[in-house]
């Protein structure tokens, strides 16, 4: 069983930037895909970035040059650093783990609302 703590949600001007956490319970990283998704009002869930177990990173076209999604092992944590924030990337953003070994688990969620 793998646990997946999201954090750093909150709320933000358009233009403005946040970075969203996501701890695993266990060293699992190395093993796994890890990645962001996100899910708006009344929309289905969409990727946002991914990082494969090699290190290889995968974004939507929306938010190509503005997201960075990275990782680090020795906390079992992944992030999300967003830049230039705008209104449409408002939604309740999830932590996925992608696992042969594990199997696939989601965090919570993590509510990010870009309002003026």
């Known amino acids: 069983q793998v646990q997946l703590v999201e954090s750093g949600g909150g709320s933000v001007q358009p233009g403005g930037s946040r970075r969203l956490s996501c701890a695993a319970s266990?060293?699992?990283?190395?093993?796994?895909?890890m990645g962001w998704y996100r899910q708006a009002p009344g929309k289905e869930r969409e990727l946002v970035a991914a990082?494969?177990?090699?290190?290889?990173?995968t974004y939507a076209d929306s938010v190509k040059g503005r997201f960075t999604i990275s990782r680090d092992f020795a906390k079992n944590t992944v992030y999300l650093q967003m830049n230039s924030l705008k209104v449409d990337d408002t939604a309740v953003y999830y932590c996925?783990?992608?696992?042969?070994?594990?199997?696939?688990?989601w965090g919570q969620g993590t509510q990010v609302t870009v309002s003026s």
């Open positions: 990082i494969a177990t090699g290190g290889s990173t």
């Open positions: 266990g060293s699992v990283l190395s093993i796994s895909v």
């Open positions: 996925n783990l992608n696992s042969r070994v594990y199997g696939e688990y």
